[in-house]
């Protein structure tokens, strides 16, 4: 195997790379581990190279220390132990550079790959899986917590959040934009041709199929009254009655894409003609619309606080006060922002058309994380029960990430 090195100036580190680009280990200088811990072998090797090539051929290799003849070879349990020490130096695997593997997962290698020994679906970031084929458009939580993913691969998969074991796959004939928990066994689908689809999730069968929209639907919306909210590309907004009776409707002058209840009880929707509205739910009536972004609005989410959230074509995120509907911030992550949402601490989280899940903070306004492991647009996110963010890409791909990890 013929080896170069690689200099990586922001972090005044070495990394070994392979011929072909892929990188192995990460050198770092004066370094030691506290008491050995996690010592799987020591010996004598002429030099470092020999030195890794038995880590290679330890599956429970995760990194070694060399001094001068010495070879030490450890497991992932090193992680945490590591100590400035100025007479050797450690080599870690660059694909566990902090030890993500912490929800009951080992860093292994394998073939020469560093790689996370994953559940099905893994909880970090190092890990992630194509669970479609096409785009993942809408993530729910059950009340009984499992997740549902939503493609447009004409499917529905249900996860259990606990063992990340496959329930059920469901099809349908056509690609679903949004899937919503009606009742505690009923779940709906909203498809791109804009029918609903009812599942019972007991049997699994379809109990009713209706096509209240010409168009695909974006989101629903159930009410405390049992009512049901639509909206669509249609540009419509609609309110069903329990039995799927046309109640109430309204609409903007072009798609609109998302919506959700305020803290006040009104609806508030986004659109691509640019505006903002805020609905009374009585009559269906506009309260009030904003017209501040450039191009189309595309994701709304609430803050703890009650104000709400407006991703846009335009590259900017703006906070809103929800009772006075003023603006109060303005973000400007130079990317499209696809989807929104809120991690357990406040924190604000969004999925940008770059594959990358960015994160505020709201007390200083900072943003504090901005990873990139999806390839694709993040057009879905949601939080699992236990606090985990999920987030589905254009290309199909699922990552479940650490809390750990997102939230220090």
């Excluded at 100025?86 to 695997?93: E, G």
């Excluded at 540009?235 to 209840?261: E, G, M």
């Excluded at 601490?345 to 990139?372: H, P, T």
Aim: with cysteine; net charge positive; aromatic share 12%.
């Amino acid at each position: 195997m013929v080896v170069f090195m690689l200099f990586l100036g922001l972090v005044h580190n070495l990394f070994f790379v392979t011929t072909d680009g892929q990188k192995l280990y990460k050198f770092e200088k004066d370094k030691s581990i506290l008491n050995d811990t996690g010592l799987l072998e020591i010996f004598t090797a002429k030099s470092k190279w020999t030195c890794l090539k038995e880590c290679n051929k330890n599956i429970n290799c995760v990194l070694v220390v060399y001094f001068n003849t010495t070879c030490k070879i450890f497991d992932s349990t090193s992680w945490s132990n590591k100590v400035t020490y100025a007479k050797s130096s450690i080599f870690i695997n660059s694909a566990c550079l902090s030890n993500l593997c912490v929800n009951g997962d080992n860093c292994k290698n394998e073939s020469l790959n560093f790689i996370c020994e994953c559940p099905q679906i893994y909880k970090g970031i190092t890990c992630y899986k194509k669970f479609h084929n096409e785009s993942i458009r809408s993530l729910i939580i059950l009340s009984n917590g499992y997740l549902v993913t939503g493609s447009t691969d004409k499917t529905m998969s249900i996860w259990n959040t606990t063992s990340y074991t496959l329930v059920k796959r469901l099809s349908y004939n056509q690609s679903i934009f949004t899937v919503f928990e009606l009742s505690n066994d009923i779940l709906a689908s909203g498809t791109y041709s804009g029918s609903i689809v009812l599942w019972n999730m007991t049997s699994w069968n379809i109990t009713k199929i209706f096509k209240p929209h010409s168009l695909a639907i974006r989101k629903m919306i159930k009410l405390p009254n049992g009512n049901l909210i639509t909206a669509s590309s249609d540009f419509k907004i609609k309110i069903w009655d329990s039995n799927f009776s046309l109640i109430l409707q309204n609409n903007h002058s072009h798609y609109v894409i998302d919506i959700l209840i305020l803290p006040s009880g009104n609806l508030i929707s986004c659109s691509c003609d640019n505006s903002i509205i805020i609905w009374n739910l009585n009559n269906l009536s506009v309260i009030h619309q904003i017209f501040n972004h450039t191009v189309c609005i595309i994701s709304l989410t609430l803050l703890n606080n009650g104000d709400f959230v407006t991703g846009s074509h335009d590259y900017t995120i703006k906070i809103w006060d929800s009772n006075e509907y003023f603006l109060k911030k303005v973000f400007n992550p130079y990317r499209i922002i696809y989807s929104l949402g809120t991690l357990p601490n406040g924190y604000l989280v969004a999925g940008d058309g770059f594959g990358q899940v960015r994160i505020w903070s709201l007390i200083n306004w900072k943003e504090i994380k901005n990873i990139r492991m999806h390839t694709a647009r993040v057009f879905s996110l949601v939080n699992t029960p236990d606090g985990e963010l999920v987030s589905g890409d254009e290309n199909g791909v699922l990552i479940i990430w650490n809390k750990n990890f997102l939230l220090n």
